[in-house]
């Protein structure tokens, strides 16, 4: 079992910044490729980014390229979103989520991860 707590979300203007955070508990964090998903208010949870065990390979959804960096310490048991410029649609309950691999890939499919955070809210006001 992999505890997973995020923080780190609040309100901010667009335009604005806010880094969040996602601790994990448990079981070897190493050993799993991590993500980040976000659901806003009517839509379907969708994928933004995710890391593999060493760091060395990152993912990301089309609409945050370029202004979202996933990145994670191993050595503090952390995965980390850092989300610059951003807009409303960002608006969203973000999400983590950890994924067990034996290889240091990840995966930008949903049903493959298996542990969950409970979200922590971001708010971009117009």
């Known amino acids: 079992q992999v505890q997973l707590v995020e923080s780190g979300g609040g309100l901010v203007q667009a335009g604005g910044s806010l880094r969040l955070s996602c601790a994990a508990s448990?079981?070897?964090?190493?050993?799993?490729?991590m993500g980040w998903f976000r659901q806003a208010p009517g839509k379907e949870r969708e994928f933004v980014a995710a890391?593999?065990?060493?760091?060395?390979?990152?993912y990301y959804a089309d609409s945050v390229k370029g202004r979202f960096t996933i990145s994670r310490d191993n050595a503090k048991n952390t995965v980390y979103l850092q989300m610059n410029s951003l807009k409303p649609e960002d608006t969203a309950v973000y999400y983590c989520?950890?994924?067990?691999?034996?290889?240091?890939?990840?995966?930008?499919?949903?049903?493959?991860?298996?542990?969950w955070g409970q979200g922590t809210q971001v708010t971009v006001s117009s």
């Open positions: 448990g079981r070897t964090f190493r050993n799993y490729a």
């Open positions: 989520a950890a994924d067990y691999r034996t290889v240091d890939i990840a995966t930008m499919r949903e049903y493959e991860y298996d542990f």
């Open positions: 890391v593999s065990w060493s760091g060395g390979r990152t």
